[in-house]
């Protein structure tokens, strides 16, 4: 019985036992150290971007107003300038216009004549290119028989040494054959002959040999005879010997299996003491791996339990990393979405300045479809409305007035554009007519040596005119 002031000493395994309480209250406490840190820092961070935000929209808001005001400004003196700029171009091109358009009268007229010389001259090219032809066919004619002739004169010709040419082979053809059956034949007698001969000198030289393998047979089995009565002459005191060893043996094989019996007995005393050391020692054993496999276990868990804290400090922190750059993106987009929202509503007040007052009383047209025609095209397109079909228009129906004005300035871009492409082909016209009329009115080497495209002889220019479509109205 022990003292009630003494204390037991503990165990090895409640020692290990309450350091694992230890490290794990430790582990404890310190997670919880960096739980706490971790919120103080994101609600540190979370005040510290709403305080940017709002101070940044107070910025842009100030900033926004002063730009504004300065590109007002701007835009107001271009405008003026612009239109000042516009009203002269338009007054020079209608003088321009005017004086083209009396330029472009006269030459009508010059084109006329000059057509009508055109025309007269192409008769007269005409007819001569007939008579030139008439006599090329008859010349011709007179080619054709003649090479009619010489062909057939050499055909006829070429026949004949062609059949001369066959009957001179054919002949050759049949003396070669008649020489190859004359050798053919020879060479078959001399394969018969040396056939015969070959024969007779192996059947003799097979003779030969079996008379000689005989005459060894026989004189082996002579020197096997006397070999035979030597040895059971020389044996026979070996014999006897053989029979006395082979009694004693007989009386040692008994000896030696008395001894097998003994050393059989000690043989199963020593595996028997042999299977209770075994088995005491694989009982200690186990009990060895029982207590190591303990120990591997307490410190598997420690190694997880570290391994999951650092996991769960790295994950926190990349969750902490990517919140931030989340923020930072989401900053970027929204500041892009509102410049592109500002700029979409400065072009959105500089282009109503440009509106007529059509589009100002009337800014949507209803459709530029008549009812039939819209028939037409729900019968091309008969496809029924589904759910989600439904869905995604009904999330489209306030970009349809958008759409339209669009489309508007669209067509009318095309039309423009298609006005100005014809115009530009009337320019080039008159312009060329004009180097026309500026080159007959010059003098010089280069403007002498070509026609004049101002004389007129009987009622005909020289003035080339270029063929082309008049220009419609788009």
């Known amino acids: 019985?022990?003292?009630?002031?003494?204390?037991?000493?503990?165990?090895?395994?409640?020692?290990?036992?309450?350091?694992?309480?230890?490290?794990?209250?430790?582990e404890e406490t310190?997670?919880?150290?960096?739980?706490?840190?971790s919120q103080f820092l994101k609600d540190k961070l979370a005040k510290e971007e709403q305080n940017s935000a709002l101070n940044l929209n107070k910025i842009n808001t100030q900033w926004r107003a002063i730009l504004r005001e300065v590109k007002s400004r701007e835009l107001h003196a271009d405008i003026e300038i612009l239109s000042q700029t516009f009203e002269r171009v338009v007054d020079c091109k209608d003088n321009v216009i005017r004086s083209l358009a009396n330029d472009l009268s006269e030459a009508e007229e010059q084109h006329t004549h000059a057509l009508r010389s055109h025309l007269h001259n192409i008769d007269q090219l005409l007819a001569l290119q007939r008579c030139r032809l008439n006599s090329l066919e008859e010349n011709y004619q007179m080619e054709l028989e003649t090479l009619t002739k010489e062909f057939e004169t050499e055909r006829k010709t070429i026949v004949d040494q062609h059949e001369k040419e066959i009957h001179y082979l054919q002949d050759l053809f049949m003396a070669m054959e008649q020489n190859h059956i004359d050798s053919e034949y020879e060479s078959k007698l001399e394969f018969q002959s040396l056939r015969d001969d070959l024969k007779n000198k192996t059947v003799e030289e097979k003779h030969f040999l079996r008379l000689h393998q005989?005459?060894?047979?026989?004189?082996?089995?002579?020197?096997?005879?006397?070999?035979?009565?030597?040895?059971?002459?020389?044996?026979?005191?070996r014999k006897v010997a053989f029979e006395t060893l082979k009694a004693k043996d007989e009386k040692s094989s008994k000896e030696i299996g008395t001894q097998m019996k003994k050393i059989l007995?000690?043989?199963?005393?020593?595996?028997?003491?042999?299977?209770?050391?075994?088995?005491?020692?694989?009982?200690?054993?186990?009990?060895n791996q029982r207590i190591r496999e303990d120990k591997e276990l307490a410190l598997a868990q420690l190694r997880k339990l570290k391994t999951q804290r650092t996991q769960a400090r790295r994950i926190a922190q990349e969750g902490l990393v990517k919140l931030t750059l989340e923020s930072d993106a989401t900053l970027k987009a929204l500041r892009k979405t509102v410049d592109k929202g500002e700029r979409i509503l400065t072009l959105a007040e500089i282009c109503r300045k440009f509106e007529t007052e059509e589009e100002k009383v009337l800014p949507f047209y209803s459709s530029a479809l008549t009812p039939e025609e819209q028939e037409e095209i729900e019968k091309a397109c008969p496809e029924e409305l589904t759910e989600e079909l439904a869905k995604v228009m009904a999330d489209y129906t306030g970009m349809e007035n958008f759409w339209k004005r669009y489309n508007k300035v669209r067509l009318e871009q095309l039309s423009l554009q298609h006005r100005h492409s014809r115009l530009a082909?009337?320019?080039?016209?008159?312009?060329?007519t004009l180097k026309q009329y500026l080159n007959g009115i010059s003098v010089s080497e280069e403007v002498l040596s070509q026609p004049n495209p101002l004389l007129i002889v009987n009622y005909q220019s020289n003035l080339s005119q270029p063929s082309s479509t008049p220009a419609a109205r788009p």
Request: without cysteine; hydrophobic residues 35%.
């Open 1 to 26: 019985m022990s003292k009630k002031g003494n204390k037991t000493p503990l165990s090895p395994e409640e020692q290990l036992l309450l350091f694992q309480q230890k490290t794990l209250a430790e």
């Open 30 to 37: 310190a997670k919880k150290r960096e739980r706490l840190l």
């Open 214 to 237: 005989e005459n060894v047979v026989e004189d082996l089995w002579g020197r096997f005879q006397d070999a035979l009565k030597s040895y059971t002459d020389a044996t026979e005191d």
């Open 265 to 287: 007995r000690l043989q199963d005393s020593i595996l028997i003491l042999k299977d209770k050391i075994a088995m005491h020692s694989r009982e200690s054993e186990e009990q």
């Open 425 to 432: 082909e009337v320019n080039d016209k008159l312009r060329e």
